[in-house]
């Protein structure tokens, strides 16, 4: 091996079995030296006549966990993989993989290419390509078929998810099972026991199992995967290894493979993919910053919000204190928590004597006193400044040094919540998406003052508890709320010139999106943010306000709905919108869908021009996850800012010109020069 070459890959040699062992840390990924240091050692062990069988295993804590997706979109360098892989399976002596950890994506097709597996009970193997909006494409679709059948190829290469070692056995994924701590000799004496029967290779294999399997998963999916492609791709190629001959059938995936990995879905999976991890970074800050202790977390309001909130420590154990200022809704707030827990209980998720821990690490009380001794103080009030000031005010006096004073605000100022306490370095936003125990999204608001240690400890507190987190700087709506602020004017701009409800959140669900503007203000509330008075009516949501048309709760709102909840057109929604177009002396006209994505979505992209500008958000890809995992962006799409890269960031500029919009400085300049973010 040559001096840049890193080493990566050793053979060793016990009696008659040689041991080829890849150590590339973290997770021993397939990087251009693995592939090398494979194809060198399994040349040389098998041109070794005192060598009658050769095992495959790795250091570290994992199998070889999958493909270098750093090299992705790199000039290749280094041994084609499939080259190696038809090697060692073309092998004249048996081949047992070894794994443990993780075998996924490459690192599966790298142990289905050896003859036999074997695994400790631990591990887990699959090939999640499917979430990168890829397929296995080193013959996972082909040769999965042969080994498992055509039920299992499909459902794991379509859905993604892995396999525990145990049931890979039962599948014939896994020929057996190793002790956990004694795979290195397990493996060579189930090598030994092989030396007899000879090489497998793997597609020489039938493929066994009913094809019309394939039907069933694409229609028990067809929601969860409308607008994907990749689900699709990885279905048609292990339908291919049902009629096609090995060889054929490989390259009908290289084919489907190639489609997809230089087409736009994979590129926005993988630029989440990515984005997810940066968005942990916080620009400025040392990475040995001390964390504050979290052992405890206080709640202030046992609403909806609030109760979710607490969901989300009691499942990782940690105690929540939750106040209220009412026995009535402090009641009602626990029983919502027991409610939700029991009904997950009955779908398996938790076991009954889980429910109870969870329960019992919840301390409801009448008393904001008793949060005295929390490290994390959460507040989860309704919107209003002089309410939330007046609760930090108390705060300041009763929390103990070092507590953390977070607001769960969706959009007001913190600094201004901070100046109601003597510590306003302790005191930041912690911004949860509703359902708070589902929503993966968490914006934390730093504000002016916050200590960088507080800042640090909110955002590895969100890891802990499941969440995506993300840094947000202090402006109305932070990054999700003041980019959907330019999106609902202009859907009620587009209503009074001429477009309807159903027509604009069908562009909306037709680009991807779970729901339309109307459809989300329906979910959400039409009378949310209403001044309460029926008399006083100034826009169309007062109007449908004042007339009850509070939206999914009260079965009318910008739609009517049946009993279960199924959206028709308004006629009494249409009536209130043309009076309101006849009183401002606005033409109707016909709206196309392309002028719709122009004024809804465009603006959006614009807004976020502005929030990187003005150092609201840290990075572009921040938005994307803020979208993606607070909003429902389509994943497939990679975020608004990602996707504004893809649309053409100088024909956005174009049509916010044409239709009146000031366009933000940051995203002309990206026009310019004809770039993304």
């Known amino acids: 091996m040559s001096e840049e070459t890193p080493n990566s890959v050793t053979l060793e040699k016990d009696g008659n079995v040689a041991v080829v062992i890849v150590n590339n840390p973290p997770v021993n990924a397939l990087s251009w030296h693995v592939r090398e240091g494979l194809a060198n050692h399994f040349a040389a062990a098998l041109a070794d006549d005192s060598v009658e069988a050769i095992v495959l295993r790795c250091d570290g804590s994992t199998f070889i966990a999958g493909a270098d997706i750093s090299e992705f979109g790199k000039p290749p360098r280094g041994p ?248 009535e809704a402090l009641d009602r707030g626990v029983g919502v928590i027991r409610k939700n827990y029991d009904a997950s209980a009955a779908k398996g998720r938790f076991k009954p004597e889980q429910v109870e821990a969870m329960m019992g690490l919840l301390t409801p009380t009448l008393n904001i006193e008793d949060l005295a001794d929390c490290d994390l103080i959460i507040e989860a009030v309704y919107e209003n400044m002089d309410v939330k000031k007046d609760i930090f005010a108390k705060l300041d006096s009763i929390a103990k040094p070092g507590a953390i004073l977070a607001s769960n605000t969706s959009y007001l100022d913190i600094d201004e919540i901070a100046s109601a306490t003597s510590r306003p370095g ?94 989300m203000s329906d979910l959400a509330g039409v009378d949310i943010g209403w001044h309460r008075d029926p008399t006083r009516i100034e826009s169309i949501r007062d109007a449908l306000a004042a007339a009850g048309r509070w939206g999914q709760k009260t079965g009318k709102g910008f739609y009517d709905y049946d009993e279960k909840r199924n959206p028709s057109p308004s006629a009494e929604t249409a009536a209130i919108i043309e009076d309101f177009r006849q009183q401002s002396n606005k033409a109707k006209r016909e709206i196309s869908d392309q002028e719709i994505i122009e004024r809804t979505l465009y603006p959006m992209v614009n807004e976020g021009a502005l929030i990187l500008a003005e150092g609201k958000a840290q990075r572009a890809s921040d938005i994307d996850v803020v979208w993606i995992y607070g909003y429902g962006w389509p994943v497939y799409r990679g975020g608004p800012m990602f996707w504004a890269g893809l649309e053409g960031t100088d024909k956005i500029v174009a049509a916010l010109e044409k239709h009146g919009f000031a366009v933000a400085p940051l995203l002309k300049e990206k026009a310019e020069a004809k770039s993304g973010f």
């Not at 209503?495 to 503007?517: C, N």
Request: hydrophobic share 45%; aromatic share 6%; with cysteine.
């Open 426 to 519: 302790d005191v930041l936003g912690m911004h949860f998406f509703s359902p708070a125990n589902v929503m993966k999204l968490l914006e934390v608001v730093r504000g002016d003052k916050t200590a960088p240690d507080a800042l640090a400890t909110a955002m590895a507190i969100g890891k802990k508890i499941g969440k995506v987190a993300v840094v947000a700087g202090v402006c109305d709506g932070f990054i999700g709320n003041r980019m959907l602020k330019p999106r609902q004017v202009e859907a009620m701009n587009l209503l009074m010139e001429g477009a309807t409800p159903q027509q604009i959140d069908k562009v909306h669900v037709e680009f991807g999106m779970p729901m339309g503007p109307f459809q």
């Open 80 to 327: 084609d993989f499939n080259a190696v892989l038809n090697s060692i399976e073309a092998a004249t002596k048996p081949v047992i993989a070894a794994i443990h950890g993780t075998a996924l994506g490459g690192g599966l097709e790298t142990a289905l290419v050896c003859h036999y597996r074997v695994a400790v009970p631990s591990a887990k193997l699959g090939v999640p390509e499917v979430k990168l909006g890829l397929l296995p494409g080193a013959g996972g679709t082909q040769r999965l078929p042969r080994v498992v059948g055509v039920e299992a190829a499909a459902t794991m290469t379509s859905l993604g998810e892995p396999v525990p070692a145990p049931k890979a056995k039962e599948m014939g994924l896994v020929d057996a099972l190793a002790g956990e701590d004694s795979l290195a000799a397990d493996a060579i004496a189930f090598a030994r026991e092989k030396i007899a029967d000879g090489p497998r290779p793997t597609r020489e294999r039938a493929v066994f199992g009913d094809v019309g399997v394939i039907e069933q998963l694409k229609a028990a999916n067809a929601k969860r995967w409308r607008g994907f492609e990749a689900p699709y791709a990885n279905l048609a190629c292990v339908e291919a290894a049902t009629r096609l001959p090995f060889e054929e059938g490989l390259a009908f995936e290289r084919q489907e493979f190639t489609k997809l990995m230089f087409g736009s879905q994979s590129a926005a999976q993988r630029h989440i993919f990515f984005a997810e991890r940066q968005a942990a970074k916080i620009d400025g800050l040392p990475k040995d910053t001390a964390l504050r202790d979290v052992k405890k977390v206080g709640v202030i309001g046992a609403g909806t919000m609030g109760g979710g909130i607490s969901m989300n420590f009691l499942q990782k154990g940690i105690p929540v204190t939750i106040v209220e200022t009412a026995q």
